[in-house]
Nanobody, 116 residues
Framework: VQPVESGGGLVQAGGSLRLSCTFS???????????MGWYRQAPGKQRELVAT???????NYADSVKGRFTIDRDNARKRLYLQMNSLKPEDTAVYYC????????WGQGTQVTVSS
């Protein structure tokens, strides 16, 4: 199962973007059994988990995005969202979605570039 991420782009610092991710090939019950998350990988850095959401929408965030990013999920449609506000240049990265343990295949990601 490979997710499809979308919604990235070029934005000025302080701007907002909303990322979407679809797991259309996943079995709904499997998707709903997972803690799902958004990851990002900046050039030359390791991939990091920045936000997670359980099936019941309990959320957790990395300190670097807390208060600025909001994760949400649509369990029926097997979709994941990431609302990103007050973007900073250091948020520039390719963003991916997967479970919190990387159970699914990795998609191609969506590029987010924040200019200063």
């Amino acid at each position: 199962v490979q997710p499809v991420e979308s919604g990235g782009g070029l934005v000025q610092a302080g701007g907002s973007l909303r990322l979407s991710c679809t797991f259309s090939g996943a079995i709904t019950s499997v998707f709903n059994s997972k803690i799902m998350g958004w990851y990002r990988q900046a050039p030359g850095k390791q991939r990091e988990l920045v936000a997670t959401a359980t099936r019941l929408k309990s959320t957790n965030y990395a300190d670097s995005v807390k208060g600025r990013f909001t994760i949400d999920r649509d369990n029926a449609r097997k979709r994941l969202y990431l609302q990103m506000n007050s973007l900073k240049p250091e948020d520039t990265a390719v963003y991916y979605c997967n479970s919190d343990t990387g159970d699914f295949s990795w998609g191609q990601g969506t590029q987010v570039t924040v200019s200063s």
